[in-house]
C-alpha cells in the first residue's frame, strides 16, 4: 500500500511520524509534497527512505491512499490542482474540518473520507475522529480504521458532531494546557513554588486522571466526588471554580462552532456550491 501526503506542517508531520514511529507504515510506502519543500527535505532526513515528490500531482499519482493537510481555504486551488489526476479507486482522506465530504465528493470521483487528527497522537494516544464518504466500502473502512489504532483510538462519528467532537479530541489539549498554565502560574506568583516542581506535579496528574476516566472506568462526576469530601478543601474549591466558570464552557463552544460555519460558508463559496446546513 503506497500512502501519500499533501501538506507536512504541523498536523501532516505529526501523522507522518506516528505512521512511521508506532509500525503502521515503512518511510518507503510514504510518498509526501510540501508548498516549502525544505520541511518535506527535513522529514526525509528523518525518516529514511522517506519519498519526497516534486510536485502534489506527483503524490497523487503514486499514491493507493491520498491525505490532505492542507488549510481549509487551501483546498479548492488543490483540488483543481489534482483532479485530472485522481483515480475513482483513491481513498482520499482529508483531515480538515471544515471542509465537508460533499465538497470533495463533487469534486472528486474517488472515494472520500476525512479524519480528524489530535496532537495527541505523538505519544500514541487520544481519539481520530472518522467521517466517510457515500463511495467508501467497507474494506475501506476496515484499512483506515487499522491504519488510524496503531497510535489512536478511531471513532466514527457523523459529520455534523464533527466540531463538538473536535472541541474534545483536537482543540482540548490546548484548552487544558491553557488551564494548567494559568494554574501554574497562579500557584508560583502566590507561594513562590518552582515552575519546574509544579508542572512536573501537574503533568503527572492530567496523566493519570486520564487514565483513571479511560481505564478506571469512572466519569468527571463520579471522580469529583470520589475525591471531594463534604465539607472540605476540594469541595470548597469545586464551588468557587463553578461560580467563576459559569457560561465559561458555553462561550467556548460558541466561538469554536462560530469559526467552524464562517470557514463552511467561505469554502462552500470558493467550492461554487449552495450553502450546507
Not at 515503512?26 to 532526513?45: C, G, H, V, W
Not at 489530535?118 to 472518522?130: D, E, F, I, R, Y
Not at 479530541?169 to 515552575?195: H, N, V
Not at 460558508?265 to 470558493?270: S, Y
Request: proline letters at 4%; aromatic letters at 6%; hydrophobic letters at 40%.
Amino acid at each position: 500500500m503506497k500512502v501519500g501526503m499533501i501538506g507536512t506542517g504541523s498536523m501532516g508531520s505529526t501523522l507522518l511520524d506516528a505512521f512511521i514511529h508506532f509500525g503502521a507504515l515503512q518511510p518507503q510506502q510514504l510518498f509526501i509534497s510540501n508548498r516549502t519543500i525544505k520541511k518535506s527535505l527535513a522529514l526525509s532526513e528523518r525518516h529514511e527512505g522517506l519519498n519526497v515528490c516534486r510536485n502534489n500531482v506527483q503524490t497523487v499519482r503514486c499514491s493507493d491512499v491520498l491525505f490532505i493537510c492542507v488549510k481549509p481555504l487551501q483546498f479548492p486551488s488543490l483540488i483543481q490542482e489534482i483532479k485530472d489526476d485522481v483515480r475513482p479507486n483513491q481513498l482520499i482522506i482529508s483531515i480538515t474540518s471544515p471542509v465537508q465530504l460533499a465538497h470533495l465528493e463533487n469534486s472528486l470521483c474517488c472515494k472520500i473520507a476525512k479524519v480528524i487528527p489530535s496532537v495527541t497522537h505523538k505519544v500514541g494516544s487520544g481519539a481520530s475522529l472518522v467521517m466517510y464518504g457515500s463511495r467508501i466500502e467497507e474494506n475501506d473502512k476496515q484499512f483506515l480504521h487499522d491504519l488510524l489504532s496503531s497510535f489512536s483510538k478511531p471513532l466514527e462519528i457523523k459529520e455534523s458532531q464533527a466540531r463538538i467532537n473536535s472541541d474534545f479530541s483536537s482543540c482540548g489539549p490546548a484548552f487544558m494546557s491553557f488551564f494548567l498554565s494559568k494554574w501554574i502560574d497562579a500557584a508560583i506568583e502566590m507561594t513562590g513554588s518552582s515552575r519546574e516542581e509544579v508542572t512536573c506535579l501537574a503533568s503527572e496528574m492530567i496523566l493519570g486522571t486520564g487514565k483513571l476516566l479511560t481505564q478506571g472506568g469512572l466519569t468527571p462526576l463520579q471522580l469529583q466526588e470520589l475525591i471531594a469530601v463534604p465539607g472540605g478543601i476540594t469541595a470548597q474549591a469545586l464551588l468557587q471554580l463553578n461560580h467563576n466558570l459559569d457560561g465559561v464552557f458555553h462561550q467556548l463552544i460558541t466561538t469554536t462552532h462560530h469559526k467552524y460555519d464562517e470557514d463552511v460558508k467561505e469554502l462552500d463559496k470558493l467550492f461554487g456550491r449552495p450553502e450546507i446546513n
